[in-house]
């Protein structure tokens, strides 16, 4: 669970960061698009003025020359020498006739000028003035910067023009085309009727684009940035400026996924920088998570073997160092010592004779296999009660068990801590005595018929009892033979008349 919602946090950071850099970048490029177009505004205005200054001088030139042809095609001569912003000069009269013009290939001197933005220039009688994209009489779109001329009378006698080609090559297409990005970003010029001036492609230029929302705004003298989405691409970044000279304007294009074409690999860093952090992270997690389940572990190794009793002493050293695993431990603890004593009461009763308290023949098995090992001579003693069913019979077998306690009784007291007193069923009883010969054995026996048969029982009176006497290893090669020889030993006293002992 920590290992998933650290990859949830990571993936959240790194969306996070992903949008933090998309809004960024977008915001960005915005701001570069927008200097950008502000930048190709001033350049094209500074070109344009510096045209029409040197329009201007020549005209003034002219005027002051009393407007002598010669003199006229001497000052468009010079013009064309000392400037390259120029396609074509020409000088034009108050009525549109051509009088002059350097070079005379594309203007034919005696023609008048015709287009509709060509004869707007013969309105502007008061300073210099520009025409937007027209066609030229090749069919070339130009675009014509115009000064007036004034006769020495002060009327208006014409101005002087110099033609800017807008396709193939020019002063100005050749300064613009160096300004373009090589990343799919663009710019375009248009004039005051919204029609465009300049492009890239230059087949587009001639064709309106009056109607779109950033020709617009450019056209109101407004500058600024805008999102335009469309369904070819993610959308493009459109800044616009306006250039004040003519009452031209600076369009801008920038594709948005240009604008992000980096950001996967800002992404990658961000990722790259935080892989330490992120590996630390994990490595903490990791020690921790085996830190913290630790304890457990252990514990749900000693749940899983209550029933070893080894387990009780190692889980008293298992370190639980934080609360829960406290309480399970503790838990465990209590359960374990319950379990341990109710195994030991199984353990008990499953070796105890119920009524008298007295191992019974699987508690005599085990104490056998005990002495087995460590004792060295094991006297057996065998007794039976004499005329027990008659006991029962006429007394009932309540008070016949009432006989067998008392029986039990008197044999433990003459009986040894170490001497083992079983129960085999009925009325039958076995004594070991370990470390005992045959003739300690005898005297047992005789010292334990002699205290039964002196004993007076509640409702019965008295109760004598026929004993057989072995020794191990005297009779027999091992206790289970010896036990053996003393049963065989019994029922010789129960032949001979009972209430009496053998020996085997």
Sequence with gaps: MCLFFVIVAVGNSLHAAYRVQHGLLLQHSADTNRDYAGRLAQLADSFLRKSAQAIEAAALDVAESGLDPAVIRKELDQLASITDAFNTIIAVDSSGKITAARPESEFSVGAGLQAFQARQLLDAKEATAISGALKGPGGQWLSIIAHPIFSPHGSYAGFVGGAVHLQGSSALQNALDQLHYQDGSYFYIVDEKGTIAYHPNQRLIGLSLKDTQPVQMVLRGQAGTQRV????????LVSYAPISFANWGVVTHRPIEVALSNIAELLLKTFYYSLPLLGI?????????????????ELAEVAANMDDRANFSRICFIKSWYVEAAMIQKALMHSFSAVSSRIRKLRVDGSTDPLTGLINRRGLDIAIDKLTRTAQTV???MIDLDYFKAVNDKFGHAVGDEVLKAIS????????REDVVARMGGEEFVILLPETDIEAAMRFAERLQSTIERAS????????ISLGVACYPTHGDDIHESLVRADAALYRAKAAGRNCLRMA
Excluded: C, K, Y
Aim: aromatic content about 12%; cysteine-free.
């Design 229 to 236: 989405d469309d369904t070819d691409s993610h959308g493009q």
């Design 409 to 416: 009784v008197l044999i433990m007291a003459e009986a040894r």
């Design 379 to 381: 006297a057996v003693v």
């Design 281 to 297: 992270s994990l490595l903490a997690i990791w020690w921790l998570s085996r830190f913290i389940a630790f304890p457990l572990r």
């Design 457 to 464: 029982f509640d409702n019965v009176g008295r109760v004598t």
